[in-house]
């Protein structure tokens, strides 16, 4: 029955975006690609792919990437359908951080020694930047970015080399992170929150954004943020919480970590002035409960009605997209590629986060217990 509905399943993601290509060769070989990446193959490139297709090159998987006539972006909204049609709910997260792609030499596009939390130190690598969303049937990535460092927008021969569209300008993390956004919102992605880690949430014109769209929002802060209090003076994210009596403290879980619950100390304490009719502003603190130093912090907007536990599950839901590119790279070769253009990296990021999204919804509808189409049951 699994193997029915993963397969039938690629029967509907490969008829899905079937539009989106002007010739049928690269239509099939896309099917063939996405499938590839899944398999049981050591690496996943241009060579093992074609083999595992059955081709005696990997001239053709090349071309798919590099020059093939078709839709990147229609694939990519086709892909987020797929995903929303099976796992979206009205209490869905939008979920935004970025990772690492480690990477040798300076011709690929946007690389450079750079810090990656993926390696957790400067590497010479490329960044992508993603949103994924995460629903209770399951999670997947919808959107990317390449993040083209400002170096390389100052020289426009390199980013001609590298085939980055003429014009391209300096966009921020937080700013592409505002773009993908704004494409889940105009596209009626179903959603209740938004949250990321404190390299987007300490980003203030990002906050205000997301107020101005009025989108509910954990995101992390850093411990010397300046906020506006209740008062109308400002304070640093510490000095709010600094004198909070102990029975401000509550105990929650928010979800299993790989040793058990995630356990820790909540609290929060209510921020900013004139509010908007049904909506609140707070600091969100999670404290450590083996060493009481170790505070997290995160700024909060949302319904008035919401309770410390609704805002410190969100906070926990940001993990979801760490889980989203641990699987994609283990389970469909998100970071094994080797090409250097602008659009090969999003063909084949693309591609992966296809194979991936395809991963989740089968898993959602084995979980349900549902069968395959009647032409495979």
Not at 131 to 141: F, I, K, P, R
């Amino acid at each position: 029955m699994v193997v029915d509905v993963v397969m039938d399943q690629l029967d509907w993601v490969h008829e899905r975006i079937s539009g989106r290509f002007a010739r049928s060769e690269p239509r099939a070989r896309a099917r063939e690609y996405v499938s590839g990446l899944v398999a049981g193959v050591e690496r996943k490139n241009g060579w093992t792919l074609a083999e595992q297709a059955g081709e005696v090159s990997p001239d053709g998987m090349q071309r798919l990437l590099r020059w093939a006539d078709w839709d990147i972006d229609g694939v990519r909204d086709d892909l987020r359908d797929y995903v929303i049609e099976h796992l979206g709910e009205p209490g869905g997260v939008l979920i935004v951080d970025d990772t690492g792609f480690l990477k040798k030499g300076i011709r690929s596009a946007g690389v450079q020694r750079q810090y990656s939390g993926t390696a957790g130190r400067i590497e010479n690598c490329q960044i992508g930047t993603f949103l994924a969303y995460a629903g209770a049937g399951g999670h997947a990535l919808i959107n990317r970015e390449l993040y083209l460092p400002e170096p390389w927008i100052a020289d426009q021969d390199r980013c001609r080399r590298a085939g980055i569209p003429e014009g391209t300008e300096f966009e921020t993390k937080p700013r592409q992170a505002m773009a993908m956004l704004a494409r889940a919102f105009h596209a009626g992605v179903p959603f209740a929150w938004v949250t990321a880690d404190e390299a987007y949430g300490q980003v203030k014109y990002l906050r205000l954004w997301l107020e101005a769209h009025d989108a509910a929002h954990v995101l992390a802060t850093k411990v010397n943020d300046t906020l506006v209090t209740t008062g109308g003076t400002e304070a640093r994210a510490d000095e709010l919480l600094a004198d909070l009596p102990a029975r401000a403290w509550r105990r929650l879980s928010v979800g299993a970590g790989a040793h058990g619950p995630r356990e820790y100390e909540w609290a929060r304490v209510p921020i900013r002035i004139g509010w908007q009719p049904g909506r609140g502003h707070w600091l969100l603190a999670r404290r450590s409960l083996s060493d009481p130093t170790e505070v997290a912090y995160y700024v909060c907007y949302g319904p008035r009605r919401s309770t410390l536990l609704d805002l410190a599950w969100i906070a926990g839901t940001r993990w979801r997209i760490e889980e989203c590119f641990q699987q994609a790279k283990n389970e469909a070769g998100l970071d094994q590629y080797q090409v250097r253009s602008w659009r090969a990296w999003h063909a084949h990021i693309t591609l992966a986060m296809l194979a991936h999204a395809w991963l989740a919804v089968s898993r959602s509808l084995v979980a349900k217990g549902e069968p395959a189409s009647p032409s495979r049951a």
